[in-house]
């Protein structure tokens, strides 16, 4: 069985594959929206190969090496992989003997089984580090492991250095740490950068000693936590990883509390936002996509106890508006069938619609009324920004934080307190009855031409 690298939108993985037609070595799939048609009365996952017009299924594993571990040893990688038991070889086997049998059936082109991955880069990093490098500089991604879930921009240098898999988590200690730090710093000293920007991956980085390394903090700690201890933990590994070290906070509400709320004492720290280019996210918005008919107010983002889901339905029924409600999200276990659950006790299930996981939001984004954000914690929450620069006007509640940052001008009125569900209400009835029209006022502290000089002053 030789092996193929396959990229499923833009997520590169590796997979041993028996096959009777002549594949390219590296196989790119995507989703149109004909396979999400067929996800949505299935289980498995659908992808489809224009270059051979093939249409890929796949099945997920069961378990996950984190929560169930032995399960996953067990059933995923021993019985699944090692022994010859995945469902696609199942299927493989199955259509042959239909076919000895002189029987009719839809051509089965191949069978494969995934090697193991890890995770992915961060979006904003890959639009920065692609804005640089269009104003003449030399740019280069590391990514520390093969994954990467968003699509790569055109012309940027991105380079696998390997060093996280799923046994490095399995063993991961602070000599691993030290042992991939290492790794990095030999990748680093052959590039011979003016300045590494380390985004989402400081457990390692942090053992570097590179002297212009800064470490980009996307998100508010001292707001993620609401239980003591699990609070206490994490400003010590906050104190513990960037104490005496540059800091880039992606707000200024981020490094407000950073400085004041955590007592960090960097060796600097200096507040910028992720860089936008408009034209790319209107390309986006353009494709098509199972856009909703008619007006709908939206909500992008995981299904999980942050983002307050439970804090939008119930805002949104006192509200009283009729505009359909859609949430676009995925959820981890239980989250989506509880949301589904919430939303019937709520007898919201007529206005409220769940298309699914999108990889491209954008045309949904576009064609709705509005963008409502409920999230108890951010750091600075790419969907407003997205949303404004898309033409489409934001509801907010004021989290740490962002949206205080973010929410200018008119749209400072709809900017509501974190624990205040009647002014929530009554922000999405106003927002509804007389949508704001979005200027470039709104979004353009957060355009590259305001943004990236500032990361240019970071080799100064």
């Not at 880069?121 to 640089?132: C, I």
Request: aromatic residues 10%.
């Amino acid at each position: 069985m030789p092996l193929y690298r396959v990229s499923l939108n833009g997520v590169a993985r590796w997979y041993y594959m028996r096959t009777r037609f002549a594949f390219t070595s590296r196989l790119m799939l995507s989703q149109p929206g004909t396979t999400r048609q067929m996800e949505a009365v299935g289980s498995s996952r659908f992808f489809l190969d224009a270059a051979s017009n093939t249409l890929f299924k796949l099945v997920a594993d069961k378990y996950t090496v984190r929560r169930h571990p032995i399960k996953w040893w067990i059933r995923d990688i021993l019985e699944k992989r090692l022994l010859g038991g995945f469902d696609a070889l199942k299927e493989w086997r199955a259509n042959a003997c239909i076919r000895r049998a002189g029987l009719r059936a839809i051509e089965c082109r191949g069978v494969g089984v995934a090697l193991l991955y890890g995770g992915g880069a961060e979006k904003s990093l890959l639009y920065t580090a692609d804005g640089l490098r269009q104003r003449g500089h030399v740019v280069k991604v590391f990514i520390l492991r093969d994954k990467i879930e968003h699509r790569l921009p055109e012309g940027l240098e991105i380079e696998n250095l390997g060093v996280i898999n799923r046994f490095s988590k399995l063993f991961s200690s602070i000599w691993v740490e030290k042992w991939q730090a290492k790794r990095i710093a030999r990748a680093l000293s052959t590039f011979g950068p003016d300045v590494v920007l380390s985004c989402s991956c400081d457990k390692i980085t942090r053992h570097l000693t590179f002297p212009n390394l800064w470490f980009w903090i996307k998100s508010d700690i001292s707001a993620k936590f609401s239980d003591p201890g699990k609070r206490t933990k994490a400003f010590n590994k906050v104190h513990r990883f960037y104490s005496g070290r540059n800091v880039v906070a992606v707000s200024q509400g981020v490094k407000d509390n950073l400085l004041n709320v955590i007592g960090l004492q960097p060796a600097e720290i200096r507040a910028i936002y992720n860089p936008y280019e408009r034209e790319p996210f209107l390309r986006m918005a353009e494709e098509s996509a199972p856009v909703p008919d008619g007006e709908y107010l939206i909500n992008v983002g995981t299904f999980e106890a942050r983002k307050r889901h439970d804090r939008l339905l119930r805002a949104y029924k006192t509200s009283g508006v009729t505009t359909p409600l859609v949430l676009l999200g995925k959820g981890k276990g239980d989250e989506e069938a509880n949301l589904r659950a919430m939303i019937e006790d709520m007898g919201l299930a007529e206005r409220v619609i769940l298309p699914g996981y999108q990889t491209n939001p954008y045309p949904f984004i576009r064609n709705a009324k509005a963008l409502i954000l409920t999230s108890d914690a951010e750091g600075l929450p790419r969907a407003l920004i997205e949303s404004l620069l898309l033409g489409t006007p934001v509801v907010s509640v004021d989290c740490p934080s962002g949206p205080r940052e973010i929410l200018s001008g008119e749209l400072a009125a709809f900017l509501v307190p974190l624990e205040d569900e009647t002014a929530l209400a009554d922000a999405i009835a106003r927002m509804d009855a007389a949508p704001i029209t979005v200027t470039e006022a709104h979004y353009r502290p957060f355009l590259k031409e305001t943004v990236l000089p500032q990361f240019e002053a970071l080799a100064k």
